[in-house]
């Protein structure tokens, strides 16, 4: 080398990324093997170190990519969710009337985890538990929850359709809790394909809609600051005065 002759590093740019790569395929098989066994045995009965065994990895290489039995089951909504939110992006990219974009992001949802559905009352059991970190309800699940309600607010916000101010801040709340209530029935919904869901989500997407317009008229704007406070209340915000209920009128 000469005097002046700067050093060539040889480290490999690239390892890093096939490390991840690596570390990700890893994860996703872990994460796999576990679902699988969580269908077949049940999620209590399922052990971290049967996981481990049936994936091929030590015990110690599970629990470094999942600290709990909660973690893989936190990563599958993860998962769900993140697939839920690319499906989405086609449709919220061409449509810009409100049901057309609520439909398409409903659809997207069904679409999206359709495949989970043998296995889905297994994880609902666990995820039912109020005392659960798995309750969609839950602190743990508080990142999830605020991304996919931002992605109501984004179909509400990106549309065509003329709504009031309150209304536009409020419905992504409330088309959160609606998409749930979807993602419950299909949950047991045995029909072929669930069907019914799919059925259920297109009706149910008109009248939610409908609704929305009705509360756009004047005299009806005290029911919908009513019902906007009460969601405001169940969620634990502060309700302002001018829109609190009297309970003793009711």
């Known amino acids: 080398m000469l005097e002046n002759e700067s050093p060539v ?4 740019a690239l390892e890093p990324p096939k490390k991840r790569r690596k570390g990700e395929e890893t994860r996703a098989h872990i994460l796999a093997t576990a679902l699988e ?10 052990t971290m170190r049967g996981i481990a065994e049936a994936a091929g990895v030590a015990v110690g290489n599970a ?6 039995k909660e973690h893989l089951i936190q990563a599958f909504y993860e998962h769900t969710h993140y697939e839920h939110m690319e499906a989405s992006r086609e449709v919220l990219a061409r449509e810009r009337g409100l049901r057309e974009r609520l439909l398409g992001v409903m659809r997207a949802k069904l679409d999206t985890i359709m495949p989970y559905h043998q296995f889905a009352g ?4 666990t995820a039912a538990d109020p ?3 798995l309750n ?9 929850r605020q991304q996919s309600t931002d992605l109501f607010a984004e179909v509400v916000k990106g549309a065509d359709n003329r709504l009031t101010a309150e209304l536009t ?3 992504p709340n409330l088309l959160w809790i609606y998409h749930m209530g979807i993602v419950l029935y299909w949950i047991h919904d045995t029909s072929p394909g669930c069907a019914k869901s799919y059925r259920l989500m297109e009706y149910s997407v008109k009248l939610v809609l409908r609704l929305a317009s009705i509360f756009q008229f004047p005299l ?12 405001a209340d169940l969620r634990g915000e502060a309700v302002p005065a001018a829109s609190q209920a009297d309970p003793a009128r009711a």
């Open 122 to 125: 297994v994880l609902f059991k």
């Open 37 to 46: 066994l969580f269908r077949e045995k049940g999620y209590e009965e399922t």
């Open 136 to 144: 969609p309800f839950s602190a743990d699940s508080l990142p999830i």
């Open 169 to 171: 801040a409020e419905l």
């Open 131 to 133: 005392k659960s970190p």
């Open 9 to 12: 590093s040889t480290a490999p």
């Open 63 to 68: 629990y470094y990519y999942f600290k709990s």
């Open 220 to 231: 009806l704007r005290p029911f919908m600051k009513e019902l906007l406070a009460m969601v």
